[in-house]
């Protein structure tokens, strides 16, 4: 009995060693980000000072400016063009002691906020972006304060830059504070915006949610968007997503396929119809 | 529809930007947002209400919450019209109060046509007391004006509620008939 246990025991041990070396093999590429412009060391491992190496990035011999300090490797001023995998052979046995795959970017600058409420009573969502790129992987905190208290945030599960909020209480006489910080391994920057619960435009649906436009030309392709606002008071929503629509000049056939129009040469730009459809709520 | 609301909007941005300037910093800096006096200082009731409470508010207890939050506002800007001292300032508060006059009419007016009891009008505000040191009375001022600005939209938001279910109703009753 004990010699199975022990026989049982003794295998497992050697799959995780046999795992453990498999995964230490593969994981040889750590990333370093760096800012652009900036002058980058690249370390080999843990050789000693005087140790000497031989350096390739992407599998060729490295061409930009650099210095090479012992098992240090340092690029000048680098830029987008620097990116790659950089890999060190230790002198003379040739063998691979280190992986580095260098990423060039920014740190961010503050984002731009905005909120909006579509599930007016219910809460509200902010949106947030980055106007100049950073390059390298970027996350974002986000945190809401209202009347000194933090409320709870719902990051939206298909938008990365876009969380919810649920209103606490309506009609207060306290503003909401977003507050959204931009951070990646270069830097961090953040950006708040205080609004009141009037001030955010939104938009109760009704049951009557269809208009026909009476007035288009037959033939002639539309791109339609729709923007609404509460009758009574509130601001007006952001436009929405477009619509392609071309009114037809005779009886539709059965259409097998959806397409999108195709634009056929020769024709003029096509006419855009913002109609400003207020709803009686 | 009695509401005839709309309006205050105008004159409430007016008359608010006119009395924060008034009452000078820190009351007329663009972030100041203290917090609230505790209800026993402040007798002004606050338009402010939980999201499932206020959507299952029944048509007689909205208009009962409005007719209450108006005739103690009415009486408050009254008291902020009678102690300030600038001529401008005092005739746009009680142009002010003449329409807060006419809106808790048209209140009172739908309560009795839809056969809900109202305050009688002639009753004073109860709670609502003269303040005392000027200090106090900036503060105040500007909880009551920051208190009626919710109220107001508020109450656009409870009126196109009461029509929606009214309109429901009529049309119930339009289609028995």
Known sequence: MANIVTSFCCVVLAAVVVVYAQRRSQQGARIQYEKIGSDVTMQCGSLDNDASVTWKVNGTDVKARRREEGPRLILMEVNMSSNGLYSCFQNPDGQRRDQINLRVGLPPKEPQVTCRSNTYPKGFYCSWHLQHPTYIPTDFEVDVQHNQRPLEVTRDEVHKNRCHVKFPELFTSFPYRVNVTAVNSLGRASSAISFEESSIGTVELSDSTSHTITDAYAGKEYIIQLAAKDMEIGTWSDWSVAVHATPWMEEPKPITSTTESDIIPGMHELPTVRTLLSYSL | ?177
């Open chain 2, 1 to 177: 529809n009695h509401i005839q609301n709309k309006s205050f909007c105008v004159h409430n941005v007016c008359v608010c930007t006119v009395y924060l300037s008034y009452l000078g910093p820190p009351f007329s800096d663009p972030g100041f947002s203290p917090p609230r006096p505790n209800s026993s200082s402040l007798s002004v009731p606050s338009a402010a209400t939980r999201v499932d409470l206020w959507r299952g508010l029944e048509n007689g207890a909205r208009l009962a919450q409005n007719q209450r939050a108006y005739s103690v506002l009415l009486c408050a800007v009254r008291e902020l019209a009678r102690s300030t001292l600038c001529p401008y300032l005092q005739s746009s508060l009680m142009h002010f109060c003449s329409g807060l006059s006419g809106l808790l009419g048209s209140i009172s007016g739908l309560m009795n046509a839809l056969g809900y009891t109202s305050l009688p009008p002639s009753t004073p505000a109860q709670g609502y007391a003269p303040l005392l040191s000027s200090q106090f009375q900036n503060m105040e001022g500007f909880w009551v004006l920051r208190e009626l600005q919710s109220w107001l939209w508020r109450s656009a938001k409870d009126f196109t509620r009461l029509k929606k279910r009214l309109q429901r109703l009529a049309t119930t009753v339009h289609g028995l008939n």
